[in-house]
């Protein structure tokens, strides 16, 4: 920036209220529209996307007041749609960053659930296992004390 430059872009100074003309600058940065600066002043109150943009981003409500700027520079408009594409990308990977950490307990869990269901089986199965061969050995059991009862019989 040169120096020229820089001076015409400074901001107008708010010294004496009876002075001043609050209606042609930039409603954020103050800066005055001339024809020497080139700073070109857009409408801020046509339509309510502005606003509603400058609310979201950085959560200040910019009411249309009379005697107040109704207008908003093309550098505090750039940045302001810099900082919002910055602010929706930052949100939405956030978002998408929980939602993987949220995929991923869910899937832990689910295989944490498959783990334990799985143990459970195989313990259930060994169970039955056991059982079967108890009842085996009873009924093996059972059949010798019978024939040897019926031995005793003879
Ligand atoms: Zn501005």
């Not at 509603?52 to 409500?61: D, G, M, S």
């Not at 956030?94 to 689910?110: G, L, N, S, V």
């Not at 295989?111 to 009924?139: W, Y």
């Given at each position: 920036?040169?120096?020229?430059?820089?001076?015409?872009?400074?901001?107008?100074?708010?010294?004496?209220p009876n002075d001043l003309d609050l209606?042609?600058?930039?409603?954020?940065?103050?800066?005055?529209?001339?024809?020497?600066?080139?700073?070109?002043?857009?409408?801020?109150?046509?339509?309510?996307?502005?606003?509603?943009?400058?609310?979201?981003?950085?959560?200040?409500?910019?009411?249309?007041?009379?005697?107040?700027?109704?207008?908003?520079?093309?550098?505090?408009?750039?940045?302001?749609?810099?900082?919002?594409?910055?602010?929706?990308?930052?949100?939405?990977?956030?978002?998408?960053?929980?939602?993987?950490?949220?995929?991923?307990?869910?899937?832990?869990?689910?295989?944490?659930?498959?783990?334990?269901?799985?143990?459970?089986?195989?313990?259930?199965?060994?169970?039955?296992?056991?059982?079967?061969?108890?009842?085996?050995?009873?009924?093996?059991?059972?059949?010798?004390?019978?024939?040897?009862?019926?031995?005793?019989?003879?």
């Amino acid at each position: 920036m040169s120096e020229n430059e820089g001076s015409l872009t400074r901001r107008i100074a708010f010294v004496n209220p009876n002075d001043l003309d609050l209606t042609d600058c930039c409603r954020i940065c103050k800066c005055r529209a001339t024809v020497e600066n080139g700073i070109k002043l857009r409408p801020l109150f046509n339509g309510r996307r502005l606003t509603r943009i400058i609310a979201n981003t950085v959560h200040i409500e910019i009411k249309d007041i009379q005697g107040l700027p109704r207008f908003l520079c093309e550098k505090c408009l750039n940045i302001l749609k810099t900082f919002s594409i910055f602010q929706v990308d930052f949100r939405r990977s956030e978002e998408e960053f929980k939602m993987a950490i949220e995929a991923r307990r869910t899937y832990q869990m689910d295989t944490l659930m498959e783990f334990s269901t799985a143990i459970e089986m195989e313990k259930q199965r060994e169970n039955d296992q056991k059982n079967a061969a108890l009842v085996t050995n009873f009924l093996k059991k059972a059949k010798k004390t019978s024939k040897s009862k019926s031995k005793l019989q003879n």
